[in-house]
């Protein structure tokens, strides 16, 4: 059974960092996709940023491109997300998920997910 447990979220001032991480469980980790999304109440998932350690590749949202920081530790099966220079437009909660496709990542293509984990930057 996939189980994917987040955490690292709380409130921090703007142009402050964050570190949210991503406990993977019950699949083969390096097999999948993982990405990070964020959502607004009552808005659709967004794609923040993906990863393919199997493909080899990184994806970031332009929206976060050059202060968020995707990675994964293969040795623990977790998922992070460093989250750098935060600003206010930041504040979601965050979600950690796993591709259905294999290595394949596209946003449309994530069917597992973890609870969330709320993000909030205040100015």
């Given at each position: 059974?996939v189980?994917?447990?987040e955490?690292?979220?709380?409130?921090?001032?703007?142009g402050?960092?964050l570190?949210?991480?991503?406990?993977a469980?019950?699949?083969?980790?390096?097999?999948y996709?993982?990405?990070?999304?964020r959502?607004?109440?009552?808005?659709?998932?967004?794609?923040v940023a993906?990863?393919s350690l199997i493909?080899g590749m990184?994806?970031?949202s332009?929206?976060v491109k050059?202060?968020?920081t995707?990675?994964q530790?293969?040795?623990k099966?977790?998922?992070?997300?460093q989250?750098?220079?935060l600003k206010p437009?930041?504040?979601?909660?965050y979600y950690?998920?796993?591709g259905?496709?294999g290595?394949?990542?596209k946003?449309?293509?994530?069917g597992?997910?973890?609870?969330?984990t709320?993000?909030?930057?205040?100015?």
């Amino acid at each position: 059974q996939v189980q994917l447990v987040e955490s690292g979220g709380g409130s921090v001032q703007a142009g402050g960092s964050l570190r949210l991480s991503c406990a993977a469980s019950g699949y083969t980790y390096r097999d999948y996709c993982m990405g990070w999304f964020r959502q607004a109440p009552g808005k659709k998932h967004e794609g923040v940023a993906f990863i393919s350690l199997i493909v080899g590749m990184t994806y970031y949202s332009d929206f976060v491109k050059g202060r968020f920081t995707i990675s994964q530790d293969n040795a623990k099966n977790t998922l992070h997300l460093q989250m750098n220079s935060l600003k206010p437009d930041d504040t979601d909660m965050y979600y950690c998920a796993r591709g259905t496709q294999g290595g394949y990542c596209k946003e449309g293509e994530f069917g597992y997910w973890g609870q969330g984990t709320q993000v909030t930057v205040s100015s």
